[in-house]
């Protein structure tokens, strides 16, 4: 009976672990050349967002050397480069997380010296989840049929270990 109850608690954490519902994506901007000026064209990095699909609560990694940092800007803060005051800064990578509810454009510059008018800019577009792909609902269905599953096996693994 010790083994059944081992059992069925070992398949209650595996269970539990699974009720998280679809993980958030951490992007690392530029991917291995990261935040820089060396050698990118303009328009680079909205290149390299052209073909991902960001959604809410996903994060955009930062990862630069050298002197930079990451404001989150309006539409005519990132035409025109304007310096704003508010910016992310700090060693050599900053994390930007998006809102679990965005959705629409986000902007992105770096307001060091010319950073941004030598191609230090970044606009992606973050789809909305529809109502079936939400967190809250896709981890509703998943905890009903986890703990449907749960239920079921626990019950047969105890009743074969009575008998």
């Known amino acids: 009976m010790g083994r059944g109850v081992l059992l069925a608690g070992f398949l209650v954490v595996a269970m539990l672990a699974c009720l998280g519902g679809a993980a958030a994506t951490e992007y690392v901007v530029g991917d291995?050349?990261?935040?820089?000026?060396?050698?990118?064209?303009?328009?680079?990095?909205?290149?390299?967002?052209?073909?991902?699909?960001?959604?809410?609560?996903?994060?955009l990694k930062f990862v630069w050397n050298g002197m930079h940092n990451i404001a989150n800007v309006s539409r005519e803060e990132y035409d025109n480069c304007t310096k704003v005051i508010s910016y992310l800064a700090g060693g050599e990578a900053i994390t930007?997380?998006?809102?679990?509810?965005?959705?629409?454009?986000?902007?992105?510059?770096?307001t060091f010296d010319a950073d941004c008018e030598n191609g230090l800019k970044l606009a992606i577009n973050v789809v909305s989840l529809s109502p079936t792909e939400s967190p809250n609902s896709s981890a509703s269905s998943i905890t009903a049929g986890a703990l449907s599953m749960l239920v079921l096996v626990s019950s047969s693994i105890i009743a074969m270990f009575m008998n």
Not at 32 to 59: L, Q, V
Not at 96 to 110: C, E, K, N, R, V
């Open 32 to 59: 291995s050349r990261g935040w820089t000026t060396s050698n990118i064209t303009a328009g680079y990095y909205n290149e390299w967002a052209a073909n991902k699909t960001f959604r809410g609560g996903d994060s």
């Open 96 to 110: 930007f997380t998006l809102p679990a509810d965005a959705s629409g454009s986000y902007y992105f510059i770096s």
